[in-house]
């Protein structure tokens, strides 16, 4: 983790303004809830890193916003699959679809512990504020 420490302070210091990140798997999840975790938390205010990600449980950790599908959604929309196979439908024949349903969820702590100020045509987007 020291070395993902020194990387994130370098990266504050060269203007990056924030640290996007994707998981696509749980242990891929696990690596960037820890990622989000480091750049919030810096030692040094001006080396602190919004983290920006595409599930809500990492904001609900602590990082600044995320914008991705809505979990329930894509399990509402699963069982309709698990559905049609259980009564004989073929899942070659099943389409392929992509998620319809996104969410924005902004964390205001977050905004506040990295000095940000957040346009209200932003947090009027939101599907969530978390204060």
């Known amino acids: 983790m020291s070395s993902a420490r020194a990387a994130l302070a370098r990266l ?4 990056l303004l924030a640290v996007p990140l994707i998981a696509g798997a749980q242990q891929a999840g696990d690596r960037s ?6 750049a ?9 890193l919004p983290a920006v990600c595409s599930f809500r449980d990492f904001v609900d950790a602590g990082d600044l916003m995320s914008y991705g599908s809505d979990p329930g ?21 099943l389409p392929v679809e992509q998620p319809t349903k996104f969410e924005l969820v ?6 506040k512990a990295l000095r940000l100020t957040l ?3 932003l947090l009027g987007r939101a599907d969530h504020v978390i204060e």
Request: net charge positive; proline share 10%; charged share 25%.
């Open 33 to 38: 809830a820890r990622i989000g975790w480091l």
């Open 73 to 93: 959604d894509l399990a509402r929309r699963a069982a309709t699959y698990v559905d049609k196979i259980l009564k004989g439908a073929k899942p070659a024949d």
């Open 106 to 111: 902004i964390n205001l702590k977050a905004a």
């Open 119 to 121: 346009p209200p045509s």
């Open 12 to 15: 504050a210091t060269c203007g």
């Open 40 to 48: 919030f938390r810096a030692p040094s205010p001006k080396h602190r």
